[in-house]
Nanobody, 124 residues
């Protein structure tokens, strides 16, 4: 599986960004795909994931109510709409995927195929 992220950048607190992840090369029909972020000095965090079979989603506690994950199955693209961004949202956001039948609430923190990452900087 190949994953190509885009959409990162610099934004002020309270602003919005949308990340995109174009995926290709799946070998299974079902998979969990989403976003993991790595911030300096912090543990890796599963931000949000979506299960391809039924669209069920997972959101980390720190982003609930602010971030929305969606998927365009025709384009094999996953989006992360990030609103009301905070300073602590700064980090490298990796699109990641695990193929197979899994609960996104369980695997979102430990997806096994990653993209190259895109930097999101929230700063005034």
């Amino acid at each position: 599986v190949q994953l190509v992220e885009s959409g990162g950048g610099l934004v002020q607190p309270g602003g919005s960004l949308r990340l995109s992840c174009a995926a290709s090369g799946f070998t299974e029909d079902d998979y969990v795909i989403g976003w993991i972020r790595q911030a300096p000095g912090k543990e890796r965090e599963g931000v949000s994931c979506i299960y391809s079979f039924d669209g069920s989603t997972y959101y980390g506690d720190s982003v609930k109510g602010r971030f929305t994950i969606s998927r365009d199955s025709a384009k094999n693209t996953v989006y992360l709409q990030m609103n009301n961004l905070k300073l602590e949202d700064t980090g490298v956001y990796y699109c990641a995927v695990t193929e197979g039948d899994f609960d996104p609430n369980v695997v979102c923190r430990a997806l096994d195929i990653w993209g190259q990452g895109t930097l999101v900087t929230v700063s005034s």
